[in-house]
Structure formats: C-alpha cells, structure tokens
T-cell receptor, first 111, second 109 residues
C-alpha cells in the first residue's frame, strides 16, 4: 500500500488568487492522479501526471487553470489558478500501486 | 466512453438490516471494478476490487460485491449493517478510474 500526504489540508482563498497543493507519496510511483470532489458530488479526474512528461488533462480541464508539476516519482503539485467560488472543492491526489490509493484531500473554499 | 451509475443516492437503514447498493457501468473492454468508502471526515479507502476470476468478491468489514457481466453490474452487499458503516460509498471502474455519483448510507442505531 502507499501512504499519501497532502498540504495544505484546507485553505480559504480570495477570488483571483492561486493555490498550490502538494502531494507526497512514501514510495516511488509511476502514475499520479489529481481528482476534484465538488460539494455533494462524486470524484472527477482532473489529470494524470507521469514523471518526466506533461500531464494529461481530462475533458473540461486545462493546463492554464490547473498546472501540474511532477518533478520526481514521489511528489506532485496541482495549482488552482485564478480561483473563483466555483473552484471550492476537495482536491485529492491519488497513486496507482496495484490499486489506487488516495490522499486525505485538500479542502478549498474560495470566497 | 466509460461511465458508472449508482442507483441509490441516499440510503437509510436500521442496524442489522441487510444492504445492497447498486452499481452499473458502461465500458467496452475488460473492466476492473472497485468499491471505495469515505467515512465522515476521512479519506477514501478501498473496500474491495474485482480484476478477474471469482465474480463474488469479498472485501473488508464484511462487505462483498458480485460482478455480473451480463448485467454490467457490480452491486455491493452486506448482510447486517452497523452504525459504523455510515459513510459515502463509491463504485468505480478502471481504465482511468471513473467514479459513480456516490451513495450516502446512514445507519440508525
């Protein structure tokens, strides 16, 4: 199994600002995933981040809004740019290791 | 395209009642199927998974799920729920992990 930590665990941000969320895994993994869970809804995959290549974004998500870094096999960041209240969500990092493991999530509130 | 549909959005049961949560998927190829649980204030945990073999899969905490290929279903069951089973339950299908809408289970003590 993989142990995943995320920072920050929660934040309250002003409209128009950006927030970078960090994801750290206790083992080396090839694929890391970023999900969003909007209030009362299910999880939606934002993008897949492989080390050494550009992230692959799902329909409806773009790099300018959600830039992702993957500098090594244990770490990734997701930035939520130019935030609006609609970006208020829980953002989850996930890794694949036989099955998918999820981080505790970052709860974001945009005012 | 892959999709997952969970029929029950909010289920309320009394303790010791039996549970069945429906999950149907749409996917053209070989599927890997999962049930995840999210307890209040906690992060997602894997309950059980199906990759191949015996279609009746047993997971943690007494949960099981049956893969019925002809019905494109992967329903979650538990013969007797406990108050501690109160949580959000998500069915998911792989290639890329696609989640159903989730089912909120509330168990009354």
């Amino acid at each position: 199994s993989a142990v995943i930590s995320q920072k920050p665990s929660r934040d309250i941000c002003q409209r128009g600002t950006s927030l970078t969320i960090q994801c750290q895994v206790d083992s080396q993994v090839t694929m890391m995933f970023w999900y969003r869970q909007q209030p009362g809804q299910s999880l939606t995959l934002i993008a897949t981040a492989n080390q050494g290549s550009e992230a692959t974004y799902e329909s409806g998500f773009v790099i300018d809004k959600f830039p992702i870094s993957r500098p090594n096999l244990t770490f990734s960041t997701l930035t939520v740019s130019n935030m609006s209240p609609e970006d208020s969500s829980i953002y989850l990092c996930s890794v694949e290791g036989g099955t998918q493991y999820f981080g505790p999530g970052t709860r974001l509130l945009v005012l | 395209a892959q999709s997952v549909s969970q029929h029950n959005h909010h289920v309320i049961l009394s303790e010791a009642a039996s549970l069945e949560l429906g999950c149907n998927y749409s996917y053209g190829g070989t599927v890997n199927l999962f049930w995840y649980v999210q307890y209040p204030g906690q992060h997602l945990q894997l309950l059980l998974k199906y990759f191949s073999g015996d279609p009746l899969v047993k997971g943690i905490k007494g949960f099981e799920a049956e893969f019925i290929k002809s019905k494109f279903s992967f329903n979650l069951r538990k013969p007797s729920v406990q108050w501690s089973d109160t949580a959000e339950y998500f069915c998911a299908v792989e290639g890329k992990l696609i989640f159903g809408q989730g089912t909120t289970l509330q168990v009354k003590p």
